[in-house]
């Protein structure tokens, strides 16, 4: 097979759309509980194992508290996110959630990514997915070299294994 904008002729197995989303649901399910237990103490969740909203002194009401909440979840996440998948891509060409499916992430022509890369693919991914309210991500299940968007974007594949 040759990559698209390249003479390079390499084999490759690419990941399929259901692995892919597999691994990602893994990846995302391991996220959302570390980022509970991290972002706990900052909102004032599990403490004595009940669940406590501090209320505003003033006025006596919790509500004007879930704004603050929201945003301290939403922005701990973030970081969470960002980190996780520029480390592991980045570093190790797969999560976690890649590995248990044996997939890796690397270009077109079989070099790991860098670390930039992986963050810069992260948030692209992150971007594309929402304004495309998940049609971006979804074009990997058709597309002829199973890439998303944000694969296309910086010249990504997601592959299985590798065979010279």
């Not at 309210?133 to 979804?138: A, R, V």
Request: include cysteine; proline fraction near 4%.
């Amino acid at each position: 097979m040759t990559a698209p904008g390249s003479n390079q002729i390499f084999s490759m197995e690419l990941a399929g759309f259901g692995r892919r989303y597999l691994a990602f649901a893994v990846d995302a399910l391991f996220l959302e509980i570390l980022g509970v237990l991290v972002s706990s103490p900052f909102v004032g969740i599990f403490r004595g194992g009940r669940v406590l909203v501090p209320a505003d002194t003033a006025t006596g009401s919790a509500s004007d508290i879930y704004p603050v909440l929201i945003l301290s979840y939403l922005g701990i996440g973030a970081v969470l996110w960002s980190l996780y998948f520029t480390c592991f891509n980045g570093y190790a060409d797969r999560t976690p959630g890649k590995a248990l499916f044996g997939l890796r992430v690397c270009h077109l022509n079989g070099v790991s990514i860098k670390p930039a890369t992986a963050l810069a693919r992260f948030w692209a991914s992150l971007l594309f997915g929402t304004f495309t309210l998940g049609l971006s991500y979804s074009w990997a299940a058709w597309d002829r070299w199973r890439q998303a968007w944000h694969d296309k974007f910086f010249n990504t594949v997601v592959i299985r294994k590798a065979t010279s």
